[in-house]
T-cell receptor
């Protein structure tokens, strides 16, 4: 069973701070996705990274896929309260299903 | 609105009972995926259907079953319910496989008492 470990599990910061969330596995993935989930809602896709070493930017969010396609990171610059939520990485195993990470719960206080 | 519709939003039922959760995928999506989310287990893949056929199975219990109908909506049937089945159940859909990402519904919160 592929496991995607995310760290940290919980993060509580002040508005304006920067943060990085990590997603690690011993397995190689053909692609990796990041989702954000808010209470009472389903996860919403933020980005898909496909190529090892790929970096994608989405406003204040920067996503990186590791060179070996086993890990990924999400960096948020100048966090805002609206960034609060559960961040999930998900690896494409190539076998018709996504494997989701353990999740990072982020709280950004004003 | 993500385009994926799940009903009901909340369900409270007793142990030993049977319930059916319903999902209508986003227009044009042929794949439907069911996931279970609990506090201690995270998002666990249950089963996938593509255009009416079962494509992949995860850690789905024998008490659980699913199907996808010709109009592409899907139902997840949970029977002989136990307290531990209390969780959020999500349906997601995609055009084809996993590479393009999923669109999730808002989920059904099942509470077994």
């Amino acid at each position: 069973t592929q496991l995607l470990e995310q760290s940290p599990q919980f993060l509580s910061i002040q508005e304006g701070e920067n943060l990085t969330v990590y997603c690690n596995s011993s397995s190689v993935f053909s692609s990796l996705q990041w989702y954000r989930q808010e209470p009472g809602e389903g996860p919403v896709l933020l980005v898909t990274v496909v190529t090892g070493g790929e970096v994608k930017k989405l406003k204040r969010l920067t996503f990186q896929f590791g060179d070996a396609r086993k890990d990924s990171s999400l960096h948020i610059t100048a966090a805002q309260p609206g960034d609060t939520g559960l961040y999930l990485c998900a690896g494409n195993t190539g076998f018709q299903k996504l494997v989701f990470g353990t999740g990072t719960r982020l709280l950004v206080s004003p | 609105d993500s385009g994926v519709t799940q009903t009901p939003k909340h369900l409270i039922t007793a142990t030993g009972q049977r319930v059916t959760l319903r999902c209508s995928p986003r227009s044009g999506d042929l794949s439907v995926y069911w996931y279970q989310q609990s506090l201690d287990q995270g998002l666990q893949f249950l089963i996938q259907y593509y255009n009416g056929e079962e494509r992949a199975k995860g850690n789905i219990l024998e008490r659980f079953s699913a199907q996808q109908f010709p109009d592409l909506h899907s139902e997840l049937n949970l029977s002989s319910l136990e307290l531990g089945d209390s969780a959020l159940y999500f349906c997601a859909s995609s055009v084809g496989g996993t590479a393009v990402g999923y669109t999730f519904g808002s989920g059904t919160r099942l509470t077994v008492v």
